[in-house]
């Protein structure tokens, strides 16, 4: 079910006040309380919100308190990686009741995308018993370049799915409830803000380095966008032009070095012998190791370059590259403390995100739950 504007701001007020009476909904948004009871009544008849106690101040009847019906809520969290796509299903409490993770190869073309996409919704639900009426909104983190505006995937490089994919529309057509798309760097860093560390940080950067790297940025309490929706774009600053060509076209990006295949093909070209340079790792294979320490500089120094731009209080950094590989983190720090403007990183924080390898999914599910209840 679709709610319109008005209700939305009522839901909003709501979950913000946890427990509020309707005339103080009223009084907060301006709304005249005829308005307030038509819609409230609305939201109880279909569960939205629930009634909970009478309080008083001592003088005249005494007002029953509104609240949210965690039970209600069921959002879908929609995590498009560059091998996978996984999506989770949570309550207003973000309860995660229902997960799953599909694996993928290269898709052929946009309109693969999705419908591939669209297929693993299909079979998510299947699987999850849950009637599609039932859900109340949709989030889609993309790791790749989206037109937020435009509610459109400009591209998605390492899915091999170049052009404008206009999935929100057909999501549109097949659900009865609304869809938010945004890039996964700032759907990571939503999630961070609003449900992990960061509650009360107002400047600090969220990293997540798996096959791809993205990033997003908090200054002022405000999620930074740019001009054209593509700030943060952290994986494509020039680490070393000897690097070879990155998906998105250009040279030497960090993407190129330091991403999980890339670190797994630098240990097999240096002569590693293991299946994978985690096992090597935890076996203290000196191959292993001086790939994480070149690893870890590289993001360290690409992480410098940030700090002294942007001074942050905090920078969170997650995916499998940290948590496999922990020395990368180690370096990493160490490579900030020799490289950063000393007045720039003198306070900063450098610590490991709230979610590890399931941000992604967790940025979906918050994205399309502050967007519609706050």
């Known amino acids: 079910m679709k709610l319109n504007p008005l209700e939305n701001q009522i839901l909003k007020a709501i979950q913000k006040c946890e427990g509020v009476s309707r005339k103080a909904l009223a009084e907060m948004t301006g709304l005249s309380q005829a308005t307030i009871t038509n819609i409230t009544k609305m939201l109880i008849e279909h569960h939205y919100v629930v009634e909970g106690d009478r309080v008083g101040n001592g003088m005249g009847r005494k007002e029953v308190l509104l609240y949210l019906n965690p039970e209600k809520f069921r959002f879908l969290g929609i995590d498009i990686g560059g091998y996978r796509i ?8 973000m309860r995660i009741t229902h997960e799953r993770e599909y694996f993928v190869d290269e898709f ?46 400009l591209n998605i490089p390492n899915l091999n799915a170049w052009g404008e994919l206009d999935i929100v529309s057909r999501l549109n057509r097949r659900f009865d409830c609304p869809v938010y ?15 992990g560390k960061a509650k009360d940080v107002e400047d600090f950067i969220n990293v997540h380095v798996a096959y791809g790297i993205v990033a997003g940025i908090f200054i002022n ?3 930074l966008r740019g001009a054209n929706n593509v700030g943060g774009l952290l994986g494509h600053i020039t680490a070393d032009e000897e690097a070879g060509r990155c998906s998105c076209g250009n040279y030497g990006c960090l993407e190129n070095i330091v991403t999980y295949p890339m670190i797994e093909d630098a240990y097999k070209r240096q002569g590693g012998q293991l299946e994978s340079i985690a096992e090597a790792y935890r076996i203290n294979d000196k191959i292993a190791f001086d790939v994480c320490i070149a690893s870890g500089k590289a993001i360290g120094i690409a992480l410098s370059n940030v700090i002294n731009l942007f001074n942050p209080q905090v920078i969170y950094l997650g995916g499998p590259v940290f948590e496999h590989l922990p020395i990368i983190f180690e370096e990493t720090k160490r490579t900030i403390l020799l490289r950063a403007n000393r007045y720039a990183a003198v306070d900063m924080q ?25």
Do not use: C, W, Y
């Open 86 to 93: 996984r999506i989770a299903l949570a309550d207003n409490l």
């Open 108 to 153: 052929d073309g946009e309109a693969d995308v999705i419908e591939r996409v669209l297929e693993k919704i299909e079979q998510f639900l299947s699987e999850s018993e849950l009637n599609p009426d039932d859900l109340d909104g949709i989030g889609i983190g993309v790791t790749g370049i989206v037109d937020r505006s435009m509610q459109r995937i």
């Open 181 to 195: 798309l945004d890039e996964s760097g700032r759907t990571m860093a939503l999630a961070e803000k609003i449900e």
């Open 221 to 223: 309490g405000q999620l």
């Open 350 to 374: 450098l610590e490991h995100s709230s979610f590890g390898d399931k941000q992604g999914m967790i940025g979906a599910l918050t994205l399309v739950r502050n967007s519609l209840i706050g």
